[in-house]
Every structure is written in C-alpha cells, then in structure tokens.
C-alpha cells in the first residue's frame, strides 16, 4: 500500500497550486470596497511575493497547503478592533498598534499628509502638509490609533482564488486520479 504512486495526480496538484498562488496574488492586488471607500492592500508587496503552495502526502493522503509571510493570516481573517468587529478570530486589545510598523508603512505607501484645523470661521478645513520626520511619526501614531479602533477589514485573497479557480480543476484532478488509478493495474 505504501509503494502507490500518484504522479499525475500530484503533478495536477502541484499545476493547480500554483494558479490558487496566483490568483491570490492577483486579489492582494485589486482595489476594493472596504467600508465605502476604495482600498489597494499591497504597500511593499512583500505579503503578495511570499505566496506559495506545498504538495506532500501526510499519513496516506494527498495534500496542498497553501502559505505566505507570518502576517497573511491576519490580513486573510481580518482583525477585530477595539470599537468595530469584522467577525475575526483575532482582535485589538491596546489602544493603539505598534507605531514602528506603521511608520514602515507610512514610509512605503505613497500618501499625502494633511492636517485638519479649524479656521477663523469655525470651520473644518483640511491641508496638506509637507511629509517631513516629525509630520510622518505624528500621522503614524494617530494611524496606528485608528487602526486598533476600526481593525483591520478581512481580505480572503486565499479563499476567494480557490473559490476561482477550483471549478475549472475539479475534473482534471479527477482524470489525474483515474489515469493513476488505472496505472496501478498495468
């Protein structure tokens, strides 16, 4: 029983992983509503070039595992913050996220500062500022405030590719099985 081999159905495996790989890499990318407002998730692109599959056969069975970068999970599930729930296994518990990260991001993201004052009038009024030092750790701290209020919205890019592309390989890895279970008898 242990001398089965399932090449063609691995190599399917394997074929089919990679376009799960893809495809979520492809849904980090997009721009999407989040809370009615449009959102891109990809700073750096680090998260988007760890993606990877795994095929290996655990106790008899056949398996892909799909991975990335330490953080993935929490852009995947989502974070639930200190004010606003999004249905997350993980949640804020502080007041504010760690400022250094954000800081890193405030760094890589291309925004514009601005600060809101309040003019003669008694009006709001917002203006942007120039991105030195100083500018950039205060609008990351007032960031990372807000961060742990609202959390962090779920993108299920994993879940999402394998909903996308798992139709189109439900019966090609179905003939892998076949073509390697009529093998066995030859």
Known sequence: M???QFIELG????????EVVESAQLELGTTQMIGGRKVRRVASGALKQSLYHKVFVRKGKMR?????????IYIHEGVN?????HG???????PMVNVGAIEKWVAVKPIRLRKTFVNANGQKVSKFIPNTEANKKSAAIAIAKSVARKGIAP???????????YPKWE??????IEIDTLNLFQ
């Open 2 to 4: 242990n001398d089965i």
């Open 11 to 18: 190599k399917a495996l394997n074929q089919y992983g990679q």
């Open 171 to 176: 019966s090609k890895i179905a003939d892998a």
């Open 64 to 72: 892909v595992d799909f991975g990335g970068a330490y953080y993935g």
């Open 155 to 165: 993108l299920p890019f994993y879940r999402l590719a394998v909903d996308n592309v």
């Open 81 to 85: 913050g200190t004010r606003v729930s």
């Open 88 to 94: 997350s296994p993980f949640s804020f518990k502080a």
